[in-house]
Antibody, heavy 129, light 106 residues
Framework: QITLKESGPTLVKPTQTLTLTCTFS??????????VGWIRQPPGKALEWLAL???????RYSPSLKTRLTITKDTSKSQVVLKMTNMDPVDTATYYC?????????????????????WGQGTTVTVSS | SYELTQPPSVSVSPGQTANVTCSGHKLGDKFACWYQQKPGQSPVLVIY???KRPSGIPERFSGSNSGNTATLTISGTQAMDEADYYCQVWDSSNVVFGGGTKLTVL
């Protein structure tokens, strides 16, 4: 059974850097095909994808936020960390991490084959001075 | 950047069929996923690869994708299906979500 849980500060000040941690179980980022991503949702608004990291260290970022985001993995701790710089009140949102598996056959992996099949409970971040 | 468009709201009577659409340029050339999100809860994957259901998702949920439109169909809609629904695709290895549709079961 795969589980993911987000953790981090509930309140950050404008211009600060946000650091969020996704701790997971039931999967390993050492395993071919495994990916973990971050998605956020401002209050009352739609889901917005932020970043993804894969077992092979491939990193993907939202084009609109790429300059502010860094995603890293610590396989020994079963964690994925997202850093977002220069926080602004518009970044107030619930932040989710999710498992995003790839379909791999004969050494070729297709990241678009499956959806994000397991999500964490989310963590709420408010940006305010 | 690639955009997905969903109607803000759809209404359906209990027991009837609900269709939630998602539009994008040549969307049929991509695999579409659908997520259900109830108030205060995390999204749940209900359809992937256009029309496949993950384990545990009821058979009344189905999907299709052709041309510029993907459709989530809920047959025999139940009150418990009232939720927000989001479509999602990959575009050049980036994840794109639609704006979401609020399904109301009247």
């Amino acid at each position: 059974q795969i589980t993911l849980k987000e953790s981090g500060p509930t309140l950050v000040k404008p211009t600060q850097t946000l650091t969020l941690t996704c701790t997971f179980s039931g999967l390993s980022l050492n395993t071919t095909g495994v990916g973990v991503g971050w998605i956020r949702q401002p209050p009352g608004k739609a889901l917005e994808w932020l970043a993804l990291i894969y077992w092979d260290d491939d990193e993907r970022y939202s084009p609109s936020l790429k300059t502010r985001l860094t995603i890293t993995k610590d396989t020994s701790k079963s964690q994925v960390v997202l850093k977002m710089t220069n926080m602004d009140p518009v970044d107030t949102a619930t932040y989710y991490c999710a498992h995003s598996p790839s379909h791999c056959t004969n050494g070729v992996c297709l990241i678009y084959y499956y959806g994000m099949d397991v999500w964490g409970q989310g963590t709420t971040v408010t940006v305010s001075s | 950047s690639y955009e997905l468009t969903q109607p803000p709201s759809v209404s359906v009577s209990p027991g009837q069929t609900a269709n939630v659409t998602c539009s994008g340029h040549k969307l049929g050339d991509k695999f579409a996923c659908w997520y259900q999100q109830k108030p205060g809860q995390s999204p749940v994957l209900v359809i992937y690869q256009d029309n496949k259901r993950p384990s545990g998702i009821p058979e009344r949920f189905s999907g299709s994708n052709s041309g510029n439109t993907a459709t989530l169909t809920i047959s025999g809609t139940q009150a418990m299906d009232e939720a927000d629904y989001y479509c999602q695709v990959w575009d050049s290895s980036n994840v794109v979500f639609g704006g979401g549709t609020k399904l109301t079961v009247l």
